[in-house]
């Protein structure tokens, strides 16, 4: 039997997880000599490499002298906690990464109590050590106690420390030592992480936890092999979560080496690959021998807390910048992302409408940024939070969040969440005049919160939040202070018309922008919405001006991401996404119709 490691890397958003699955990759020699190596290899999609943050769950094999490590690298947001749960299930040791200055996120806390409950033995790596205000010594002391809180056994909390600076492939067991490379790492993987359970001469069980799409041979579903081995071509049968049982053939089985796939003719316990051929494959499902079906336990998969509508877009200026306009195409799009994306659920509402459920803001502006990017056009409504009746008592999601602000600006922002409903548990100082401050609060308050939190701090604080648990609703929660500036005639923005709009309030457009009757060109100053025309011009007389007055000096516009502006809609408004803008509108782009449904 091959000697085989298993683990996964976990780490909050921008501690570093995946620059140091690079540095295992170099340093192991798997990539050979002459190959270019992008930097955070693992980050595949664009979107990540865009934003530094690791959205699906990726893996590779790295070999170690004569042991194969298989690494998973799991995203870091709470947002994507169904992924982190179903990973954990497939290793048998967790290399938890911190930052040397950060210390304890809440988004490391959410995965260490899981791993804990599941039995894992953690690795700590200390990571950006060569940071000026890095306190290695404090953050270990903080691991220790947060395993020490969720009941970690001895053998847990006796864990391996090692410090890092992975960026540049450096790391120590001991922070007073020389600095060494990362061979301590591969040592301590092999020591520390117990081998595989399971045997080559039981039946062949295997189970999966993510899911791949390819053109070409359909839906790959990855797994750990649990025991027995099995072979390309054999008769398995694939045993469903719900009972039913699928007899079928592997017509391809893939294995990985470094971030390449190759084809396998055989695979044995203990391994991570992939295998094709079942086109009803899903998470959590069990393959398994056809003489002796045995399943495994389904994986429990986080629900969502979160819905949006997507809906065709049927504004005046739909059709005119996007490829896939028709509610088929973005039915096929958006049930080919339910595909492997188990995390979120879809569900049409109506002609055109479909319902589409996630963990947080994060993956539905995700999913449709790759889709803006893929040529579709549509629109979005405005965040729900889901609501649950447990026991017959109405009941909404609570987030545990935890901020970083400046100790002068405090006072503002707990005020700003007492008005949301936020209850404080605990303030610490964190050094360098910053306070970390956790709250419990309902998820709903948070939406639109994280633009008003940057603006309150200055841009200096920063945020976190994770799913708490579900409990009875809290009433309601103060939303947007301010109305929307909505133009009333469709047409170019003119540069004259928003010079004299800008004293209003705040304008999201610039010149030359296409406008329609409907769309909101900008935030009002009031709490009220306010008709304007924007394209008017300036009236021409024969009279010879001066030129005093030809001086127009425009404040430049506030610029609307996609995320932004989804925070920022009310109930009553849509984002309009296509390929090349973002545009936010009312539901009823006449004002006699916007009359009509306010007296509703």
């Known amino acids: 039997m091959q000697k085989i490691r298993n683990i996964a890397v976990i780490a909050h958003v921008d501690h570093g997880k995946t620059t140091l699955v690079?540095?295992?990759?170099?340093?192991?020699?798997?990539?050979?000599?002459?190959?270019?190596v992008d930097e955070r290899a693992m980050d595949s999609n664009a979107l990540e490499k865009e934003r530094g943050i690791t959205i699906l769950s990726k893996n590779t094999a790295i070999r170690y002298k004569d042991?194969?490590?298989?690494?998973?690298?799991?995203?870091?947001?709470?947002?994507?906690?169904?992924?982190?749960e179903r990973v954990l299930k497939m290793v048998d040791g967790v290399l938890v990464l911190v930052d040397a200055y950060e210390g304890v996120m809440p988004q490391t806390k959410f995965v260490v109590k899981k791993m804990l409950q599941l039995g894992k033995k953690p690795i700590v790596v200390v990571n950006k050590i060569d940071k000026p205000s890095a306190e290695p010594d404090r953050v270990v002391d903080e691991m220790f106690d947060l395993f020490a809180d969720m009941d970690a056994d001895e053998d847990q909390l006796d864990f391996p420390v090692i410090y890092a600076a992975a960026r540049d492939g450096i790391a120590k067991t001991d922070i007073d030592a020389e600095d060494g490379d990362f061979s301590c790492i591969f040592e301590a993987i092999i020591n520390e992480v117990p081998e595989p359970e399971g045997s080559a001469e039981n039946p062949f069980q295997?189970?999966?936890?993510?899911?791949?799409?390819?053109?070409?041979?359909?839906?790959?579903?990855?797994?750990?092999?649990?025991?027995?081995?099995?072979?390309?071509?054999?008769?398995v049968t694939?045993?469903?979560?719900?009972?039913?049982?699928v007899k079928g053939k592997i017509s391809k089985l893939?294995?990985?080496?470094?971030?390449?796939?190759?084809?396998?003719?055989?695979a044995e316990a203990g391994d991570i690959v992939a295998f094709a051929g079942f086109e009803t494959i899903d998470v959590g499902d069990t393959l398994c021998d056809s003489e002796n079906p045995q399943a495994l336990d389904p994986l429990h998969i986080e629900e969502p807390t979160l819905t949006v509508v997507f809906s065709v877009n049927d504004s005046p200026l739909a059709g005119m910048e996007g490829k896939h306009v028709t509610a088929n195409k973005l039915r096929d799009r958006l049930e080919s992302e339910?595909?492997?994306?188990?995390?979120?659920?879809?569900?049409?509402?109506?002609?055109?409408?479909?319902?589409?459920?996630?963990?947080?803001?994060?993956?539905?502006?995700?999913l449709a940024e790759n889709m803006r990017r893929e040529g579709y056009e549509f629109g979005i409504s405005r965040?729900?939070?889901?609501?649950?009746?447990?026991?017959?008592?109405?009941?909404?999601?609570?987030?545990?969040?935890?901020?970083?602000?400046?100790?002068?600006?405090?006072?503002?922002?707990?005020?700003?969440?007492?008005?949301?409903?936020?209850?404080?548990?605990?303030?610490?100082?964190?050094?360098?005049?910053?306070?970390?401050?956790?709250?419990?609060?309902?998820?709903?308050?948070?939406?639109?919160?994280?633009?008003?939190?940057?603006t309150d701090t200055k841009g200096e604080g920063v945020m976190n939040h994770s799913f708490l648990e579900f409990r009875p609703y809290s009433g309601s929660v103060e939303s947007r202070s301010y109305g929307a500036l909505i133009s009333m005639e469709n047409g170019e923005a003119l540069a004259y018309s928003l010079f004299n709009l800008q004293d209003r309030g705040v304008l999201f457009i610039k010149p030359q922008t296409k406008v329609y009757e409907g769309m909101i060109i900008g935030e009002h100053s009031r709490a009220n919405d306010l008709t304007v025309n924007p394209i008017k011009g300036k009236a021409q007389s024969n009279v010879r001006s001066s030129g005093a007055d030809e001086a127009i000096k425009l404040v430049p516009p506030r610029d609307?991401?996609?995320?932004?502006?989804?925070?920022?809609?009310?109930d009553d408004e849509l984002l309009e996404v296509t390929p090349e803008n973002i545009r936010i509108r009312k539901k009823f782009l006449k004002e006699h119709e916007r009359k009509r449904a306010s007296r509703k």
Request: hydrophobic share 40%; with cysteine; proline share 3%.
């Open 560 to 570: 609307m991401s996609l995320e932004r502006a989804l925070e920022w809609i009310e």
């Open 254 to 266: 893939i294995g990985f080496h470094g971030l390449n796939r190759m084809e396998i003719d055989e």
């Open 238 to 245: 694939l045993a469903k979560a719900d009972g039913e049982m």
């Open 206 to 235: 295997a189970q999966i936890f993510t899911l791949d799409y390819d053109n070409y041979v359909g839906k790959i579903g990855i797994a750990r092999i649990f025991n027995g081995k099995v072979k390309k071509g054999e008769n």
């Open 338 to 366: 339910m595909q492997t994306n188990v995390a979120m659920k879809l569900e049409t509402v109506g002609e055109g409408k479909f319902k589409v459920s996630g963990r947080g803001e994060l993956q539905i502006t995700v």
């Open 67 to 84: 042991y194969k490590i298989n690494i998973i690298d799991t995203p870091g947001h709470a947002d994507f906690g169904g992924e982190v």
């Open 22 to 36: 690079d540095g295992l990759l170099q340093q192991s020699g798997t990539f050979g000599e002459h190959e270019q």
């Open 383 to 454: 965040p729900e939070v889901i609501v649950k009746e447990i026991e017959g008592v109405k009941c909404e999601p609570f987030e545990h969040l935890v901020i970083d602000v400046p100790e002068d600006l405090s006072g503002t922002v707990i005020e700003r969440l007492g008005k949301r409903k936020a209850e404080m548990k605990s303030m610490v100082p964190m050094g360098q005049g910053f306070q970390r401050i956790e709250f419990e609060i309902p998820a709903r308050a948070l939406i639109g919160f994280r633009g008003q939190f940057l």
